[in-house]
């Protein structure tokens, strides 16, 4: 599994758990990657590799840890594979 992860995906995903909904916050982490609210307050980022760095410090100096109850760095999982490959799309 870990040849045909770095084959497909070749983003990290940032999680963010904010105490109060991040009203404000969605345009920056849109800039990021590829955003998507798991709830109201449960944000994830897909950045490219060669940005996360970039794409860290700018959390941390634009929102900060006191806004987050959670961070996360993840690389990519068996679920964003199952994803990438078309997994989400309903069966014909």
């Known amino acids: 599994p870990g040849g045909l992860k770095a084959q497909v ?3 990290v995903r940032l999680e963010l758990l904010f105490k109060t909904e ?8 849109e800039q990021l990657g590829e955003c998507r609210a798991l ?4 944000l994830t ?10 794409a860290i410090d700018q959390v ?3 929102i ?3 806004q987050l109850d959670d ?5 990519p999982s068996l679920e964003d ?4 490959l078309g997994g989400d799309k309903p069966l014909e």
């Open 22 to 29: 991040p009203n404000g916050y969605r345009d920056l982490l």
């Open 45 to 54: 980022v897909l950045c490219d590799r060669d940005i996360v760095r970039g």
């Open 64 to 66: 900060g840890l006191e």
């Open 9 to 11: 995906e070749q983003r």
């Open 71 to 75: 961070f996360r760095i993840l690389t």
């Open 60 to 62: 941390l100096a634009q």
């Open 39 to 42: 709830s109201q307050q449960h």
């Open 81 to 84: 594979v199952y994803m990438e």
